[in-house]
């Protein structure tokens, strides 16, 4: 299996900061990898797919880049509803794999 | 609009078998390059992919748990399946269904959840 490595686990950050997170697979997985937001109330939320193109209705502060194994996710102005747990997922080889998650927590 | 939700038992015992449905709305299993998947996640942990149906009936599971799974469909009625045999207290978590599409390679819509408790 493809072990996805996410970092970091919690970030603490501000209102209309700049935000990065990262998540690297134990081997290549030439972009397929996907991003998703989880809310406290369980509701998961697609952001991105394929490393870079944005899930439809998903805010332009929301960005993703990466290669090879290294992939990361980017929020350019944090918003109040943008608080929550991130997840990448490779779709590279089965069985899909999830990273353990991100907190992105208001400091 | 694409909705999906999860039904199940709630709670059950340790060996039994776990039935889950997700019914579905504003898209087919019939449809060249959909999919339904099930995904679960135990409390306070992470996502784990278990099991994946296709439009041509093709199936996937994931290997940790590939002989207690068993995915299944009824297309005409829109609706996904995932038994899961012999449960133990591990089993329990929110069960998730989502679409999968050919498309984005990805899960672009997700059903709520629904919780399931294995419990003596």
């Known amino acids: 299996d493809i072990q996805m490595t996410q970092s970091p686990s919690s970030l603490p950050a501000s209102l209309g900061e700049r935000v990065t997170i990262s998540c690297r697979a134990s081997q290549g997985i030439s972009n397929n990898l996907n991003w998703y937001q989880q809310k406290p109330d369980g509701t998961i939320k697609p952001l991105i797919y394929?490393?870079?193109n944005l899930q439809s209705g998903v805010p332009s502060r929301f960005s993703g880049s990466g290669s090879g194994t290294d992939y990361s996710l980017t929020i350019s102005s944090l918003e109040p509803e943008d608080f929550a747990m991130y997840y990448c997922?490779?779709?590279?080889?089965?069985?899909?794999?999830f990273g353990a998650g991100t907190k992105l927590e208001l400091k | 609009q694409v909705t999906l939700k999860e039904s199940g038992p709630g709670i059950l015992q340790p060996s039994q078998t776990l039935s889950l449905t997700c019914s579905f709305s504003?898209?087919?299993?019939?449809?060249?390059?959909?999919?339904v998947s099930w995904i679960r996640q135990p409390s306070g942990k992470g996502l784990e992919w278990l099991a994946t149906?296709?439009?041509?009936?093709?199936?996937g599971y994931n290997p940790s748990l590939k002989n207690r799974l068993t995915i299944s469909k009824d297309t005409s009625n829109n609706q996904a399946f995932l038994k899961i045999t012999s449960v133990d207290t591990a089993d329990t978590a929110i069960y998730y269904c989502?679409?999968?599409?050919?498309?984005?390679?990805?899960?672009?819509?997700w059903g709520q959840g629904v919780m399931v408790t294995v419990s003596s």
């Open positions: 997922q490779q779709d590279a080889s089965f069985p899909n794999t």
């Open positions: 989502a679409r999968r599409d050919y498309g984005s390679y990805s899960f672009d819509y």
């Open positions: 149906i296709c439009w041509e009936d093709s199936k």
């Open positions: 394929y490393t870079s």
């Open positions: 504003g898209f087919s299993l019939s449809t060249s390059g959909i999919c």
